[in-house]
């Protein structure tokens, strides 16, 4: 087993985002450092809670978060950064869902080591440890605020992977449940069902070891409870969903997924469908694979009544499964997790195929 990966220092509690203005004072008498915050384009008045952005001592950028976050938009956050710092010490903050907080991420990575965005996808690349990274998570369920890796697009080679690297992890992390509350309720469903996918993954994998066992088998009792309860957005939940997300993230840190991100990763390579909900979809069609959680995934859907997108695939052509395909199976290390060594047998080009033109 590899050395375990874990985020040093956290705070998850409500109202904790007041402590973001304690901790940039600390850091900037302490240490020197400029703060630059990522801001999601949501919260284009610079208020975040109960704090107001424009009282704080930092840089701050507005993210467009239309879209998965890409290698050439990092390329360009990268460059801009470093024409507002000019290489003074820093610290990086990302506040909003996963594409912010793993643009976060890998712009600070490219801060201290050298190319583009594109270098440093695949695993243990980064060799320069980056400035200090603060993430403060306003959706709940990708993981990205305690995984070792931040997912990019890129376009040019049909490919969706991290920066896979213990230099990835953020260094500290605020997780204040109060900033979930808004999320739209399928939105907040479909980012909960991504830790869910997590976990199971992790737990349906050969690549298994006690440390992550334990994370994704607690993270999962802790979805089960929020999806159960009739308030699936009460005080209680959002914070039992908050912790959810930071042990599914932290586990498949320290293991892998399976077969629903590799399949996912292809929908939003070729139709530009968001990371959650694209795992939604492909779950829709796993009952052979996964039957138990399947079944547990369409009983979390109908008890809070969320409807998924019906053929999604319908009339694509044979190049457009062809990068569906190619875009699937490149994801070698968690397809061999989910079925081992003969797993190219078994995903053949006319089997991916055939699950893609069911969703």
Known sequence: MKPISVVPQFELASGSIKSLPNLISERKEIYKERSFIFLDQFYSDYKVGTLDLKEIDAEIK??????????????????????????????????????????????????????????????????????????????????????????????????????????????????????????????????????????????????????????????????????????????????????????????????????????????SMVLSIPHTLSNCIVMGVMEEFYPSQFKEFEYFLEKNNVQLPKQVCKNLDDKQFENLFEATIIHEKPLLNALGPDFKKILNESKVRDLFSRM
């Not at 957005?233 to 997300?245: D, G, I, V």
Request: hydrophobic share 35%; net charge negative.
């Open 62 to 267: 507005l993210v467009d978060t239309c879209s998965e976050p890409t290698t050439d938009q990092v390329d360009l956050l990268s460059d801009e950064s470093k024409d507002t710092l000019k290489e003074r010490r820093c610290n990086f903050i990302g506040i909003g869902g996963g594409s912010v907080l793993d643009i976060t991420k890998a712009v600070a990575n490219l801060y201290k080591n050298p190319g583009k965005a594109e270098d440093y996808q695949g695993w243990d690349l980064v060799k320069q440890p980056p400035p200090f990274k603060i993430g403060v998570p306003t959706i709940s369920g990708t993981g990205a605020e305690a995984s070792a890796t931040c997912v990019l697009m890129n376009k040019k080679k049909n490919l969706k992977l991290g920066m896979n690297s213990k230099f990835t992890l953020f260094d500290s992390l605020i997780m204040d449940p109060d900033l979930i509350y808004s999320v739209p309720k399928d939105t907040y469903v479909f980012n909960a069902m991504d830790a869910y996918f997590h976990s199971m993954e992790s737990l349906s994998g050969i690549y298994r070891n006690q440390f992550a066992d334990g994370l994704s088998s607690w993270s999962v009792k802790l979805i089960s409870e929020v999806f159960q309860d009739e308030d699936i957005k009460s005080e209680e939940n959002r914070e039992k969903l908050m912790l959810a997300s930071f042990l599914a993230g932290t586990a498949i840190g320290n293991s892998f997924v399976g077969l629903i991100h590799p399949f996912s990763a292809g929908l």
